[in-house]
Every structure is written in C-alpha cells, then in structure tokens.
C-alpha cells in the first residue's frame, strides 16, 4: 500500500462567487490531491493587510499519498485552474482563490519552496479558527500545544463570522463501495487496475487464479476437447474464491476490489461450448449466481481490438499468442449483451482504448474519478 499523510490546508477568496470558487477548489483537491475527510464551516472575514472585499475562508482536512513539495506545486496547478494568476509582489491582494498548506502530518519543513507548518497560520483568526474546529486536539508540530490552545492565545484580534452556508464533501471511494469488481476483455488491463485500486485505497484483492488453471494451455491448443473441463474448473474456482473472501471481513481493509465477476463464466461458455454442454453448465451455473454477492459497482474496462492484441503480444504468455481477433470480438459481444440487459448492476463502461492508465498518473486518476463520481 503506497504510504497515506495527512495534511491541512487553507482555503480563501474574496472575488466573484466564493462559495462557487471554495467548491471549485474542494472538487479540483478531491480529483488530484486525495480524499477529503472534513471540511470546516464557512467564515468570513475582513481582507488581511490590506482594505478590499471580505474574504471566506475554509480549511480542509486531506489524506494523500503525495509527498510536500509535489502537493504544493499540484495546488498551485489547481489555482492556475481555477484562473489565479500570482504576481512578483508581497504586498497582500485580492484573490478569487488561495490555497496553503498548513501542517503535513507532524512534519517540519523548512526549505527555499516550502515552509510547514505555515509560518503564519498562528497569527491569523481567518486560520485558526476553522482549522481549530476539524481538528482542535492536534498539536502544532513547533509549539507543541494543541490547536484548540492555539487559538485562546491568538492575538488576531479581527473579527470573523460564521456563513450560514454549506459546501459538499466529495466522497471518496473508500467511503462510498464495499466492493469494486473491475472486468473486461482480456488483455484490457484489468489486472493491473485492480491491483493499483488496491495498492492506493488498501482495498482487499482478489485476483483470478487463472495461471493455476491446468486446462488453459490446453484449451488453446484443443478448444473443441478442452471447452467444457476448462469453463466447469473455472466457475467452480471462482465461486470459491468469492465465496470465501467476500464472506471475510478484513478489519484492516477499507474494501474489496476484484479483477474479475463471476457472470464472467457465463460469458466465456457461450462462445466456447456446444449446445448441449453449455445447457448443462447453464444450470450449473444459475444455482451458484444466486449466491454471489454482487459488487456495488462493475466497471468494464473497453479496449479496442488492436490494443488487446498488441498488450496480449507484449505480456508474453505462450498460450495466448495465437488469439484471433475474432475470439476477442466474441467476448466483447459478450460482456456487451450482459451489460446491456443488466437492470440491478451499477455499471461503469470506461474506453480505455487511447489512454495509457498504467504508466501515465494522469490517465490512471482519470479513471479513478469516474469510478468516485458513479
């Protein structure tokens, strides 16, 4: 699991729509920083070292795996966004948005970019106060006094005043599934997001036991012979596995992601069985459905034919190096007609096509927004 901090940050404006640039701003962190655990209250204040409009303010408390000098230049991307332009002055401005970073975890930063904890944050009411209300039992790493404290001993003597207005917390996915199953052809990548979905949000992973499956090779080498051992070996494989370990409440996980559902099973039997022997395994597999949980969200991850073909040549497994395209095309009509006549399934189709979500961080948080936001 990639290492989890927790950081504060400030948040204030003073131009145009300030509720519409605070949630802007919430929704931008959310999207690129990481899961946001508190928001506090709106307050609004008198500008700060200079006469202009009144500024709200926020502060914001954020998990996120990226380290102090990468965040701080992600919010300064984040105001550039939003349409902040900085200028070479100290003397304090209007802004339609500003976002600090206060404290990272109990760090103490000194450095020509960054400081932490803020070098200013104690002096200023506009600060403590909404930073005091999520998170009053922290201490300042420097001080060494709870924040709570801090703020009695402000001297700020400026007057602030709560806004009876509320912004939304983005959920984030750890709060929002209890169990993520990530499909598509193969070749498509599914794998290798289940296993980074896992690594970011310490979910529970299950994986496809397919390598141990002693009919595959065969299968590609005799379809006709093998189709019916192979398909029945793997729907009861599976139904182990996701009976067994969605049944099993790991306390030091936040969910359960896997890189494969088990109608999967029904899928593969259509194309590759006869008649008669996929009759049979329909029964089979009917009374095994119904005791599957299902998944809170199915994501099918869509990846054209050429693309399947060029990662299934590059990953290098002997046995699939003679896969036609047309086998593949089979198994997207597949999963299309399942997806299409699902009516109690939450469904998210992702084309994956010309992204490259495992190498490039951008594309992969891409996927991971659509996948907070269903």
């Known amino acids: 699991m990639k290492n989890q901090h927790i950081t504060y940050l400030s948040l204030g404006t003073n131009q145009g729509d300030k509720l519409d640039n605070l949630q802007n701003a919430i929704d931008l962190i959310a999207d690129k920083v990481g899961s946001i655990q508190k928001i506090s209250s709106v307050y609004k204040t008198a500008s700060w070292g200079f006469e202009s409009a009144d500024f709200f303010n926020i502060c914001l408390k954020t998990t996120t795996q990226h380290l102090p000098e990468k965040l701080m230049q992600i919010l300064l991307e984040i105001e550039k966004e939003l349409g902040r332009k900085r200028k070479e002055t100290s003397a304090y401005i209007d802004r339609n948005i500003d976002i600090d970073m206060l404290l990272f975890d109990q760090e103490i930063i000194f450095s020509e970019t960054l400081i932490v904890p803020h070098s200013k944050m104690l002096e200023r009411k506009f600060v403590l106060v909404p930073l005091a209300e999520i998170a009053p039992n922290i201490t300042h790493p420097i001080e060494k006094r709870e924040l709570a404290v801090c703020l009695l001993n402000c001297t700020d003597s400026s007057e602030i005043s709560l806004v009876n207005q509320l912004l939304k917390r983005p959920i984030p996915i750890t709060e929002k599934y209890n169990y993520i199953a990530i499909e598509g052809n193969i070749g ?28 595959l090779p065969k299968f590609y080498e005799d379809k006709e012979r093998f189709a019916f051992p192979l398909e029945m070996s793997f729907l009861a494989d599976r139904y182990q596995q996701l009976s067994d370990d969605l ?12 890189d494969y559902y088990i109608f999967k099973s029904l899928i593969f039997a259509q194309i590759t069985l006869q008649k008669e022997e996929y009759l049979l395994y329909r029964k089979l597999f009917d009374m095994m459905y119904k005791e599957i949980t299902k998944p809170d969200l199915y994501v099918y991850l869509y990846q054209n034919t050429e693309r399947l073909l060029e990662n299934i040549k590059k990953r290098g497994r002997d046995y699939e190096q003679n896969i036609e395209a047309g086998y593949l095309q089979k198994i997207h009509d597949g999963y299309k007609s399942f997806i299409n006549t699902q009516q109690d399934l939450n469904i998210l ?26």
């Open 349 to 374: 189709v992702i084309d994956v096509s010309e992204i490259d979500f495992v190498d490039n961080e951008t594309d992969y948080r891409s996927i991971v927004n659509q996948i907070r936001k269903v």
């Open 188 to 215: 498509a990548g599914k794998t290798s997001l289940a296993n980074m979905v896992s690594d970011e949000f310490n979910a529970k992973l299950i994986l496809e036991r397919f390598a141990e499956n002693p009919f």
């Open 247 to 258: 049944a099993q409440l790991d306390l030091f996980k936040n969910f359960i992601v896997s």
